[in-house]
């Protein structure tokens, strides 16, 4: 079946622009995770969405980066007036669901938004 | 809190040789482990997990590695290396109930040599 899809797959754009990057999750998974890997941070989490909970937002490193999950289905990641130290790619995942007590629950990953800021 | 420190960004071996990539953990309550490998211009790819079952957990692709607890270490490795197993690999620890979310280490880059 279709995993994980992110669009777009490159996005350019020039400091001080608005940027949203789409995340589409696979069918039925309940979970999903918003992650960044760039040159000097490494992989990092951002922010997690389950079902009709409030998200874990503790990742997030700052107020101009905020992410919604419509529908509990396709998410979008927006990032404010974007600085150069943005650049990275962002990595969407889903799961069936989080929190089971008997079985973890793999993260299915998308391939990734490469996000330049120039 | 949960943090893995992976020993070497770059690791070469030849082919056939034994790969051994290291994982060290720290985490505050009984740690969900796994390994992750991104191949160039790809997403990541689960490649073995341990959950607090067997300790010796087999993965894809003859990968393998041991929870050791007493070393905090969750080092994965494969016999004979392939030059297909050309990737970047991560380590990653969870906390398990409630959120899973994946704190990564630094990742290694593993070279074959033919």
């Known amino acids: 079946g279709a995993g994980v899809s992110q669009s777009p797959s490159n996005k350019v754009t020039e400091k001080g622009k608005d940027v949203e990057l789409r995340c589409d999750p696979i069918s039925g998974h309940t979970a999903l995770y918003w992650y960044r890997q760039s040159l000097g941070q490494g992989l990092e989490f951002l922010i997690y969405?389950?079902?009709?909970?409030?998200?874990?937002k503790s990742g997030l490193p700052s107020d101009r980066f905020s992410a919604e999950r419509t529908g509990g289905s396709v998410s979008t990641l927006t990032i404010q007036r974007t600085q150069q130290e943005d650049s990275a790619v962002y990595l969407c995942a889903s799961s069936p669901r989080a929190g089971g007590l008997l079985k973890y629950n793999e993260q299915f990953f998308g391939p990734g938004t490469r996000l330049t800021v120039l | 809190a949960q943090s893995v420190t992976q020993l070497g960004s770059h690791v070469s071996v030849s082919e056939g040789a034994l790969v051994l990539l290291r994982c060290n953990y720290s985490?505050?309550?009984?740690?969900?482990l796994f390994w992750y490998v991104q191949y160039p211009n790809q997403g990541l790819q689960l490649l073995l997990k341990?959950?607090?079952?067997?300790?010796l957990v087999k993965g894809i692709n003859g990968f393998e590695a041991e929870f050791k607890k007493s070393e905090t270490s969750f080092h994965l490795t494969k016999p004979s290396a392939h030059m297909s197993d050309a990737a970047e690999y991560f380590c990653a620890v969870s906390a398990g109930f409630g959120n899973e979310k994946l704190t990564f280490g630094t990742g290694t880059r593993l070279t074959i040599i033919p």
């Open positions: 969405f389950q079902g009709n909970s409030a998200p874990d």
């Open positions: 985490s505050s309550v009984p740690p969900y």
């Open positions: 341990y959950t607090s079952a067997a300790t």
